[in-house]
């Protein structure tokens, strides 16, 4: 009922910077938490930052100053700005949200996004 369409991934140098983007569309009421998560080859997936309606963050040790995580409630859009990348940042990265879902009945879901690869050469 809800997807996710996620955009900005690619190949950058270490020390390099990406966006990426992800929409939600569908039977949305509300998006109460989004976020971003990656995985790595041969790793669990892991989450890197979420943020709730309200604009709290949340950050994985591993990328504090260096991602910034925002979101357009009006765009039901969520983005992470990436910085100071560095190789050990090479992951697919799925976009979350839980979203209020409205059909013939509301409900909570959670839901993913395809992943975007990202990339960092050393």
């Known amino acids: 009922q809800v997807q996710l369409g996620e955009s900005g991934g690619g190949l950058v140098q270490a020390g390099g910077s990406l966006r990426l983007s992800c929409a939600a569309s569908?039977?949305?009421?509300?998006?109460?938490?989004m976020g971003w998560y990656r995985q790595a080859p041969g790793k669990q997936r892991e989450m890197v930052a979420t943020?709730?309606?309200?604009?709290?963050?949340n950050y994985a040790d591993s990328v504090k100053g260096r991602f910034t995580i925002s979101r357009d409630n009006a765009k039901n859009t969520v983005y992470l700005e990436m910085n100071s990348l560095k190789p050990e940042d090479t992951a697919v990265y799925y976009c979350?949200?839980?979203?209020?879902?409205?059909?013939?009945?509301?409900?909570?879901?959670?839901?993913w996004g395809q992943g975007t690869q990202v990339t960092v050469s050393s």
């Open positions: 979350n949200a839980r979203a209020v879902v409205v059909t013939t009945t509301i409900y909570e879901d959670d839901c």
């Open positions: 569908g039977r949305i009421f509300s998006i109460n938490i």
């Open positions: 943020i709730t309606k309200g604009n709290s963050t």
